[in-house]
């Protein structure tokens, strides 16, 4: 099967040109090259395709320096996995060697070795992303599809190559859900049969590898859909048993949150215990940003039944101040407890906002004596204008007097 025309249509003039530029410059290398993983792809459903992958047979390193100087781009990475990354203008670009791998141990990454176009395309992780398209000038646009690829894209269908892939690499069973969500394809029947059975090998994939897939997933238009079912196939419970996601919570509701990674590692914490944090946190290897949400929003869920008892605006300071607005923000707007909600919206949008007139400062300069009695009056101070006992800065000053010395 021939795609020339396809490439013709659906890639642009610069990256047409690109492509010839690469061809000529593998032929003067003794080397074939080809289109390979997310281009292929979207030209075949007949769409443009932002990056380019390129696979050569061998000399890659060379073949990139190659392109960088022919074709006016720069060589910005070469790795010990045999690719090269290149920046052509505006376009991105990945040179790759043929390769082969084997993994030594569940989780690890792959030893990798040169190896053929056949055994590329083997190695990798599902089968619409094993075709290849010849840039060859004597094969120009002929479609390699040794593992019915072609028919999988038609169908709407990811499915892996063999197996003992999510045994190999676990985090492979993240990326199928994420491609099945993308698209809105399907896993087929022998790869979810594969994941519930292989799930429990992401306990040997490093927490940095699985919060990398997991955040690539919370940026996804449908992150929902695919989260949930990444809670339905036991995925998230593998990760840590704490996890967990309900999509019927984020349906119907449009999230212009700034930053929906926070938002998201939020949501599949919420229902975590206090005792579960730490080993969450340690799991997925979170910094100090994404473990402090996640504390937050454990801490705001333990607070609640205290929250909804509490009769006064200053006890509801109180119970929330410390906590990031962002946290109760996105703990509010995902909860159901319309009073939880009632008096962490009024928090948000009236009270942490509360201060006194008189401060620490003034009531020194007033030759009040240092000590901690300092702060014990100012946090009743605050209480009081909180629960509108006090209104002006005459009030606040008749408090304070009336507090330290038992009259005006």
């Not at 395309?121 to 120009?140: E, K």
């Not at 800065?393 to 408090?399: C, D, H, K, N």
Request: proline share 3%; hydrophobic share 40%; aromatic share 8%.
């Amino acid at each position: 099967m021939n795609v020339s025309s396809v490439i013709k249509e659906h890639l642009d003039d610069e990256q047409f040109r690109i492509l010839n530029g690469i061809a000529t410059i593998a032929v003067d290398f003794g080397t074939g090259c080809y289109l390979v993983g997310g281009a292929v792809r979207d030209v075949l459903k007949g769409r443009g395709s932002g990056d380019l992958d390129i696979m050569v047979e061998h000399r890659f390193s060379e073949i990139a320096d190659a392109v960088a100087e022919q074709l006016g781009g720069t060589v910005l990475k070469v790795t010990r996995f045999g690719t090269a990354a290149l920046d052509i203008g505006a376009i991105h670009l990945d040179i790759s060697t043929a390769r082969c791998e084997t993994y030594e141990e569940s989780g690890d990454l792959p030893k990798v070795f040169p190896g053929t176009l056949e055994q590329d395309l083997a190695r990798r992780d599902f089968t619409i992303n094993a075709m290849a398209i010849s840039l060859s000038r004597d094969s120009f646009g002929d479609l390699i599809d040794h593992h019915d690829g072609m028919s999988d894209l038609e169908n709407g269908v990811v499915r892996v190559l063999h197996n003992q892939s999510f045994q190999d690499d676990a985090t492979r069973i993240l990326r199928a859900i994420r491609f099945a969500g993308r698209e809105g394809y399907q896993l087929d029947e022998y790869t979810e049969r594969l994941i519930r059975r292989d799930v429990r090998y992401l306990e040997t994939v490093s927490g940095e590898r699985i919060r990398h897939e997991i955040e690539r997933i919370f940026l996804e238009p449908t992150s929902s859909a695919m989260l949930q079912v990444a809670n339905d196939l036991k995925i998230l419970q593998a990760i840590h048993p704490a996890l967990a996601f309900e999509y019927s919570i984020v349906a119907p509701i449009t999230c212009d949150f700034d930053d929906l990674n926070l938002i998201f590692y939020g949501l599949i914490t919420r229902q975590a215990s206090p005792e579960d944090v730490e080993p969450i946190i340690t799991r997925l290897m979170l910094d100090s940003v994404r473990a402090a949400f996640v504390n937050d929003i454990v801490s705001i869920r333990a607070i609640v039944p205290s929250l909804r008892l509490s009769k006064f605006n200053s006890e509801t300071y109180y119970l929330l101040e410390g906590l990031q607005p962002l946290a109760l923000d996105a703990y509010a707007t995902f909860t159901d407890d319309a009073e939880a909600v009632k008096r962490i919206r009024l928090y948000l949008d009236e009270l942490r906002c509360v201060r006194p007139s008189i401060t620490g400062e003034s009531l020194l300069a007033e030759g009040v004596p240092e000590g901690p009695w300092i702060g014990q009056l100012l946090k009743s101070l605050l209480a009081a204008r909180l629960d509108g006992d006090i209104s002006s800065y005459e009030e606040e000053v008749e408090f304070v007097r009336r507090t330290l010395w038992g009259g005006p």
